[in-house]
């Protein structure tokens, strides 16, 4: 039998497709690279993903987990013909422990649905990726996603305390566990971050948190960058570590704002977005001393959100920032680099400079109080040498990052966007020793081929479609 017709007597026709015009949507992430799909597949149980994957390897196909197809990165696309095994239909949230603040959920199940399905218990998940309405929880764990509200709670890894996973065999491993601190090696952060490279992610524990019980939001503006990044290292080397810290410059600030239409400062040359959670008597405290410490940097009006429907709407101002760029270009490419919060104001000017000298349009927006940069450049694609312009000069922005003492990305993943450039951040040794332990998971380079380690050594630069020995069908 042929891969699909195999895959279609494990699974149905209904859920298998390999038709050219079905495979389209899965020819791309939200991302710029598009890639090659030889069949998908919509596995509803750890026992379906286990066997297309054994029935992929059988036929030397390469294997690419997809959640919502979210990411920026490329982590999704396959570069050469590949299986996608897509979590989506895995949407089962399985157990909420309320005493123990923890949930199993199926890796399919949408971010947002999570704290969604858990507030009536006072418990939400606390990484928010902007794009959690869309994004699943498994495609949180393979990119080890961030958010606004990661910068006091940390990123996804420090919420998952365990992980089903089915590996490149087609076996099923359970990773970590309710227990504080698991014996044995820890593989379940080893997990979190590998962008689908060492297994695929089909259910996961995470830890819920408690809804804060008062929350404090302010909306600060400024007349330069400068200003508004002082106060934001200022804010945290007094010891003030907001649960989000977000700024926009004015492109973005007008973009969303002829979106939304909710009063934005549109004169203002950056802005501040600042929550504050804790007890009340406390975020009153450290909301003074935010606004004392703005105004110190140079802050020229900050307002805080008066009810809970004022404060929705500076999140939904932040939050669909991104969308909001459809108004000013057909084609968006979104940059995720991290330098030091004191090198914030340096960089952006660098960043700049950059869009300037390719003539390319720039907004930003990012997550400020972890130096994480977004970047956005706002271009037409039909344009002609466009394209490459945009990413000429994405890659330069990478580099002044880089060379800022920071890093490739903060968020979003390597893929096949980055992998190119990692060789920025470490040495062949540390490349090596990433690429040993994807052996170990997957001696023959099955799963996500070519994807976040450069070319170069080992099987996962071989994007093998003929498993060693074997023929493919
Ligand atoms: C508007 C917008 C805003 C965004 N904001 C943020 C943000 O604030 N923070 C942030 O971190 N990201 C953000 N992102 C990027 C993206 O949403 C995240 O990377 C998200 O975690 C991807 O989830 P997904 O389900 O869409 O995964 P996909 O895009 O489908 O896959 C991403 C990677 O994970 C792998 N993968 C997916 N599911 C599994 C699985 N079950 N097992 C193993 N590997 C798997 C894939 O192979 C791929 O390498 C944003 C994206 C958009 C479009």
Same mark, same amino acid.
Request: glycine share 10%; with cysteine; charged share 20%.
């Given at each position: 039998?042929t891969?699909?017709e195999?895959?279609?007597s494990?699974l149905g026709?209904e859920?298998? &497709?390999?038709?050219?015009?079905e495979l389209? !949507? ?9 890639g090659?799909?030889?069949a998908a ?5 750890t026992?379906? %993903?286990?066997?297309?994957?054994? !029935?992929?390897r059988?036929?030397?196909?390469? #294997?690419?987990?997809?959640g919502a197809?979210t990411?920026?990165?490329g982590?999704a696309?396959p570069?050469d013909?590949?299986?996608?095994i =897509?979590l989506?239909?895995m949407n089962?949230i399985w157990?909420?422990?309320d &005493?123990a ?14 704290s969604?399905?858990?507030?009536h218990?006072?418990? &939400?998940y606390?990484?928010?990726p902007?794009?959690q309405?869309?994004c699943? #929880?498994?495609?949180?764990v393979a990119?080890?996603?961030?958010g606004?509200h990661?910068l006091a709670?940390?990123?996804?890894v420090?919420?998952?305390l365990?992980?089903?996973?089915v590996t ?21 952060a080893?997990?979190?971050?590998s962008e689908?490279t060492l297994?695929?992610?089909?259910k =996961?524990l995470?830890?819920l ?5 008062a929350?404090?939001?302010?909306l600060l503006t400024?007349?330069?960058?400068e200003?508004?990044a ?6 945290i080397a ?10 926009m410059?004015?492109?973005m600030?007008i973009a969303v704002e002829? $979106? ?15 929550e504050?959670?804790?007890l009340?008597?406390?975020v009153?405290?450290?909301?003074? !001393?935010v606004?004392r410490i703005s105004?110190e ?5 900050v307002?805080?959100a008066a ?8 999140w939904k101002?932040r939050?669909?920032?991104f969308?909001a760029?459809?108004q000013?270009?057909?084609d ?5 680099t991290?330098v030091?919060?004191?090198?914030l104001?340096e960089?952006?000017s660098?960043?700049?400079a950059i869009?300037?000298r390719?003539?390319?349009k ?6 400020a109080?972890d130096?994480?940069?977004h970047p956005? =450049?706002? +271009?037409?694609s ?7 312009r945009?990413?000429t000069?994405?890659?330069?922005? =990478?580099r %002044?990052s880089?060379a800022?003492g920071?890093?490739l990305t ?6 096949l966007?980055?992998r190119?450039l990692m060789?920025?951040v $470490?040495e062949? %040794?540390?490349l ?25 050594a080992?099987?996962?630069? +071989?994007?093998l479609?003929?498993?060693p020995?074997e023929t493919a069908?």
């Amino acid at each position: 039998m042929t891969l699909v017709e195999q895959l279609r007597s494990t699974l149905g026709s209904e859920r298998v &497709h390999s038709h050219p015009l079905e495979l389209l !949507i899965y020819n791309k992430d939200a991302g710029a690279t598009s890639g090659e799909v030889a069949a998908a597949v919509l596995p509803e149980t750890t026992q379906e %993903v286990a066997a297309c994957v054994r !029935i992929a390897r059988d036929h030397g196909m390469p #294997i690419v987990a997809r959640g919502a197809g979210t990411g920026l990165a490329g982590g999704a696309v396959p570069e050469d013909p590949a299986l996608l095994i =897509v979590l989506t239909r895995m949407n089962r949230i399985w157990e909420v422990d309320d &005493h123990a603040r923890t949930a199993w959920v199926g890796a399919g199940v949408f971010n947002l649905d999570l704290s969604r399905a858990t507030d009536h218990l006072g418990l &939400h998940y606390a990484p928010d990726p902007s794009s959690q309405a869309a994004c699943t #929880i498994g495609g949180n764990v393979a990119t080890n996603a961030g958010g606004p509200h990661c910068l006091a709670e940390g990123t996804t890894v420090a919420h998952i305390l365990g992980l089903e996973m089915v590996t490149a065999e087609g076996d099923v491993l359970i990773l970590g566990g309710k227990a504080p601190d698991p014996p044995g090696l820890d593989l379940r952060a080893v997990v979190v971050g590998s962008e689908g490279t060492l297994g695929i992610v089909t259910k =996961v524990l995470v830890k819920l948190t408690e809804n804060p019980p008062a929350v404090r939001t302010l909306l600060l503006t400024f007349d330069s960058i400068e200003a508004a990044a002082a106060a934001v290292s200022d804010t945290i080397a007094a010891g003030i570590v907001p649960a989000a810290l977000e700024m926009m410059d004015q492109p973005m600030v007008i973009a969303v704002e002829n $979106f939304i239409k909710g009063g934005l400062p549109v004169d203002a040359v950056a802005v501040l977005l600042a929550e504050l959670v804790g007890l009340e008597s406390g975020v009153t405290a450290e909301a003074e !001393i935010v606004e004392r410490i703005s105004r110190e940097a140079g802050a020229t009006s900050v307002k805080v959100a008066a009810d809970e429907a004022e404060r929705a709407l500076l999140w939904k101002a932040r939050k669909n920032a991104f969308g909001a760029v459809a108004q000013a270009a057909p084609d968006y490419y979104l940059h995720d680099t991290v330098v030091p919060r004191t090198k914030l104001a340096e960089v952006i000017s660098q960043v700049y400079a950059i869009g300037e000298r390719y003539g390319i349009k720039m907004l930003n927006v990012f997550h400020a109080g972890d130096g994480n940069l977004h970047p956005l =450049v706002a +271009y037409d694609s039909r344009e002609p040498g466009m394209s490459e312009r945009v990413r000429t000069a994405a890659e330069e922005m =990478v580099r %002044v990052s880089v060379a800022a003492g920071g890093s490739l990305t903060g968020e979003h993943g390597v893929g096949l966007e980055k992998r190119d450039l990692m060789g920025l951040v $470490f040495e062949p %040794v540390d490349l090596d020793a990433q690429a040993r332990l994807r052996d170990a998971f997957d001696g023959v380079g099955l799963l996500n081929p070519g994807k976040v380690l450069p070319r170069g050594a080992r099987c996962y630069d +071989y994007g093998l479609n003929v498993l060693p020995g074997e023929t493919a069908s």
